[in-house]
Nanobody, 116 residues
């Protein structure tokens, strides 16, 4: 059974930085896609940043130039480095792990609050 665990959320003032971490355990195979998604009240969960096992990345337009997704070495761990945070970045951030072998799994989410 795959388990996905996020950490690193919290409160920060606008203009500040935070780093989120996500680790997927119980995985099989070496081909995967991991991603960060953000959900705010009244809105659907939306993709923020995506990274695959080759290191290819994709970002939502709203975070380009401010957020960076990276991989940890040797493990199914990714990070979301968030800079120049804005009030609109407030939300619950979820990590998703996907592989063809196991399917998709979500973490429990971590709250990020940016005060304006």
């Amino acid at each position: 059974q795959v388990q996905v665990v996020e950490s690193g959320g919290g409160w920060v003032q606008a203009g500040g930085s935070l780093r989120l971490s996500c680790t997927a355990s119980g995985t099989r195979g070496s081909t995967y896609v991991m991603s960060w998604h953000r959900q705010t009240p009244g809105k659907e969960r939306a993709s923020v940043a995506i990274i695959d096992n080759k290191g290819s990345t994709t970002y939502a337009d709203s975070v380009k130039g401010r957020f960076t997704v990276t991989r940890g070495s040797g493990t199914n761990t990714i990070y979301l480095h968030m800079r120049r945070l804005e009030h609109e970045d407030t939300g619950v951030y979820y990590c998703r792990y996907f592989s063809v072998i196991t399917g998709a799994y979500w973490g429990q989410g971590t709250q990020v609050t940016v005060s304006s």
